[in-house]
């Protein structure tokens, strides 16, 4: 079954950023990223450019992107990983890719495969991304992204000094928090190990980005707020990053509460604000659930 999380709160949060500093940054930053990988070495900033889009949720530029680099250097493997990562959607909307961006994932993968990435690392991503994809007509959304976070907790804890693999994991096992469990506990495990790759990359748009999500509940959203505010700054070319709803000055409510309803049932607790979303018990754990 699908779990849906309370992405409003992130959403606020990254409201809240300072203009001015947003202004102050280039129109085609990014932020930095240092994904390693053995393509041509004319093509790196193309491929990192790419990976930070990914990291923003910039869907048809970085699949955009990947296949270009695919296409000048038609042995860099890892860029199928890249495509069929983007494609699928939002991780944290509990929602999953369309069943055609699920079938040009899975193409892909398969293309990856057949190229034959040139280290043991990039093949292993491409494995860990096609978890998701693996039986993906006859899996519930929740399925894929157990499966998902479990590949990653692999992958992360077979490559320990690669930090790209860390937040990744982190991501997806965000992903997994159920609002049936109020300790928020999988939301606060993410959230450490992004805390620490923050101090270590403080222009990194994905760990900006991905702790916002991880605190992505009332209880502890205000934990998201220096995040929130240095997210726009850190990538002001990512419209994820930048277009968000802006406050109300009608209502002193506190900001996650503003134009929202809340609702209970049986298994959850359910918010409903801009979109209708919807949640229920969780089918499967992993770890920290």
Known sequence: MNMHRPIVISLVLLMLVTPGLIHAQSKD??????????????????????????HSFRYAETEKAFREVLAQDPSC???????????????????????????RAKAAIEQGRKIGAKTQRERDYIEAVAAYYEDWANRPERTR?????????????RYPNDDEAQIFYALYLAATQSLADQSYKIYLTAAETLEKQFAKHPEHPGIAHYLIHSYDAPPIAAKGLPAARRYAGIAPAAPHALHMPNP??????????????????????RWTTWSTRTCSSPVMQTRGA
């Open 29 to 54: 930053q990014l932020g930095k990223v240092d994904f390693q990988n053995s393509c041509s070495p004319a093509l790196q900033e193309s491929i990192q450019r790419a990976v930070a889009m990914l």
């Open 77 to 103: 493997a890892i860029a199928t990983w890249g495509i069929a990562a983007i494609l699928m959607s939002n991780p944290l909307a509990s929602i999953g890719p369309s069943p055609q961006w699920a079938e």
């Open 145 to 157: 992204q157990v499966n998902r976070a479990r590949a990653f907790e692999a992958l992360a804890a």
């Open 248 to 269: 109300s000055p009608r209502t002193s409510a506190p900001p996650w509460r503003r134009n929202r309803t809340r609702t209970s049932t049986s298994s959850c607790t």
